[in-house]
């Protein structure tokens, strides 16, 4: 075998470079056949509802070719929002599927904008869009209705585990950020000697949480002191909350608003329900699990890889062809005895009155 040394002494220099894209390329031949035309009849509602002042036509025009695009990618690879960006920028048949070519001015989305795009379609668009896509793909002959697997499967929402010491903690957190605020710009509390000592409660939720494990005696104790601690340094301010002016809460930036909205829906139930727990052992049904998700269940499949799962719940129908069917999502826990016919219905709405084979696995 010989060797050849050529480019080992020579730095990597920036140049053009040409790419062939084989017209059998399978992004090519989905984007040929894709209906682009109806898929922008159906996102445009919802993009024309959901800007910040409803005047959609103003400001930067928004490439919707390219959009639909990422979009898409993002579904067939299963891509964060990141990923989409990076591979729209280096690889040249996601640029020919995302329109390049064909749109004037064509240019690669951020990744903000890509992930601002997706936030503003709602959950029964998407889900309109996915069954549209399997009944495309029927129509292409690259799927098969005959038969449809059915499984749930879980969303898992972006929080913490909500246990009874975390959620104190984080709301300790909440209301000394509201506290700060109002005795910062609001000049009536300003000389107020109350304060939240955030320390005082983390070092109890320390101690709970690096807990010996095999005195079980202790956990009992040191969750009741972790629920006094938070509790009082709560009390000490909360009072406070009730006499603030409609002005001052009106001039409160966003997040300081959010916090204070947050304190005032789930505070005080929160700390009875952890005082149930400690009294009773048992955990009450209703508590909150998430003081910014409200559609949050906790879900047990029993599958030792998974374990409890926080979030909610949708119900899938797989084809032939590996495409997908979704059900309306009317219940967050989506019970799979009540799902079937959900499922049913939603074949016979995308493929009309015909027989199907269904199979439910786990």
């Not at 246990?163 to 709301?171: D, H, R, T």
């Not at 998430?290 to 949708?314: D, I, T």
């Not at 019970?335 to 786990?362: C, F, I, N």
């Amino acid at each position: 075998m010989s060797l050849c040394f050529s480019g080992l002494d020579i730095p990597c220099c920036v140049q053009p470079v040409t790419i062939d894209i084989s017209p059998t390329h399978p992004l090519i031949q989905l984007a040929q056949v894709i209906p682009w035309q109806a898929l922008t009849t159906m996102v445009l509602p919802d993009l024309q509802r959901t800007t910040a002042k409803g005047k959609w036509w103003l400001g930067r025009k928004l490439l919707l070719r390219i959009h639909l695009g990422a979009f898409l990618l993002q579904w067939l690879y299963n891509l964060t929002d990141r990923q989409v960006d990076w591979a729209i920028k280096d690889h040249a048949a996601y640029q020919l599927f995302c329109g390049r070519g064909v749109v004037d001015n064509w240019r690669p989305p951020d990744h903000t904008k890509i992930e601002e795009f997706r936030s503003r379609l709602s959950p029964e668009t998407q889900r309109h869009v996915t069954n549209q896509v399997a009944g495309w793909a029927t129509t292409l002959g690259f799927a098969d209705p005959s038969k449809m697997d059915v499984d749930s499967t879980i969303q898992e929402a972006n929080i913490a585990y909500p246990s009874e010491a975390q959620l104190m903690v984080k709301m300790t957190l909440l209301v000394n950020k509201v506290w700060t605020y109002m005795k910062k710009h609001v000049a009536f509390f300003a000389d107020f000697i109350p304060t939240v000592d955030v320390k005082a409660v983390k070092a109890k939720a320390k101690a709970y949480w690096f807990r010996d494990r095999q005195h079980t005696n202790a956990t009992p104790s040191l969750l009741q002191e972790l629920w006094h601690a938070s509790f009082t340094q709560i009390s000490h301010v909360r009072q406070y909350f009730q006499v603030l002016l409609d002005d001052d809460m009106d001039r409160m930036p966003w997040n300081i608003r959010r916090a204070f909205d947050q304190v005032n829906a789930y505070c005080s139930d929160l700390f009875l329900h952890v005082a149930s727990f400690l009294c009773r052992g048992v955990m009450v049904p209703e508590k909150a699990l998430s003081f910014h998700a409200q559609a949050v269940r906790c879900f047990n499949k029993g599958k030792l890889a998974k374990g409890l799962q926080f979030g909610r719940a949708f119900q899938l129908g797989r084809i032939g062809g590996n495409f997908l069917l979704v059900a309306p999502c009317p219940s967050v826990r989506m019970e799979d005895k009540a799902s079937v016919r959900l499922m049913l219905h939603t074949h016979q709405k995308v493929y009309g009155p015909r027989r199907v084979g269904l199979m439910r696995y786990g």
